[in-house]
């Protein structure tokens, strides 16, 4: 693993990380989600390794105020709390590649970087991995979204009880211990508050109009994975990028929860599956236009 920095265009440094493999065929982008870092064990464990074994190199970043990028030290109040999320699209933006996949938080910043960005005709693929396109009623209740939408501009730094740990990210409790391990080394220190909870909000609120209107970029395939039970994002929102993104295929995991590269051997098998058959597919395809 190669680790660096670059320099946001809007003043902060953020963490990079390379995993490279001899003569790549592609580069894979991962975008990760709220509360992780590229380098952790979510990812480094088995999902990084099983996009090498298709001749792919991994790049990513961690996103402001996760992992080690700034602006914040790790025991500051608002870390893991995004500022703006088309400021982090932009900076993702910037670093597209052939592959980009985005995991939950890290899949709305990357649909807001396509938006931001439609033109890209290089990209072979995007991965929307129980993208946050909209919050389960499970993980913000409606009285905490109302709360949010009416003093997250004004009480900014209330931080809400918790409604969601380890046990509603897996269903595999062999994961419990390292993800609270990570939870507490890189974690948010205390939950999202009422302003990172409102802006979440009003970025997938912006994206879900977009995305209606039928701009999605026509030519950017898109797998798209959701358990049936993730009580973290909303299957609905899965299923309303797969109506309104025309290239695109859905898949969901009975009975699995949100992260499913760490869930069940069952599920997390038929997921990899499932991913590796389509970046397969898709390279296939791109190779054969390129022939044209």
Not at 156 to 165: D, E, N, S, V
Not at 167 to 196: A, H, I, M
Not at 231 to 259: C, M, P, R, V
Not at 269 to 287: A, G, V
Request: proline letters at 4%; charged letters at 25%.
């Amino acid at each position: 693993m190669e680790t660096g920095t670059f320099e946001s265009a809007f003043g902060y440094d953020l963490a990079t990380y390379r995993w490279q493999v001899d003569d790549p065929k592609f580069i894979f982008y991962l975008s990760h989600g709220y509360g992780e870092y590229t380098a952790s064990k979510a990812y480094t464990r088995e999902f990084i390794g099983r996009v090498q074994k298709l001749g792919g190199a991994v790049y990513g970043h961690d996103h402001f105020a996760h992992g080690e990028s700034g602006p914040y030290a790790k025991d500051h109040a608002e870390r893991c709390l995004v500022k703006n999320f088309q400021e982090s699209a932009e900076d993702l933006k910037k670093r597209l590649q052939d592959f980009l996949a985005g995991h939950s938080m890290g899949g709305l910043i990357s649909l807001i970087a396509i938006e931001a960005e439609q033109n890209r005709p290089d990209i072979q693929g995007l991965l929307l991995l129980s993208a946050a396109i909209k919050i389960h009623p499970d993980a913000g209740p409606g009285w905490l979204l109302a709360l949010a939408k009416i003093a997250g501009c004004f009480t900014t730094w209330i931080k809400p009880p918790r409604t969601f740990g380890v046990e509603t990210v897996t269903r595999n409790k062999e994961n419990y211990s390292w993800l609270e391990e990570q939870g507490k080394e890189y974690g948010d220190n205390g939950g999202p508050n009422l302003g990172f909870i409102s802006r979440m909000l009003t970025a997938q609120n912006d994206f879900q109009k977009w995305l209606k209107s039928g701009k999605f970029p026509k030519n950017i395939p898109t797998f798209i994975a959701t358990g049936t039970d993730d009580f973290i994002t909303d299957i609905a929102g899965s299923s309303l990028a797969a109506e309104n993104i025309n290239d695109s295929k859905l898949f969901k995991y009975e009975g699995a929860y949100h992260a499913l590269h760490n869930e069940l051997p069952e599920v997390t098998n038929r997921f990899y599956e499932d991913m590796t058959s389509w970046i397969e597919n898709q390279l296939k395809k791109h190779s054969q236009k390129s022939q044209k």
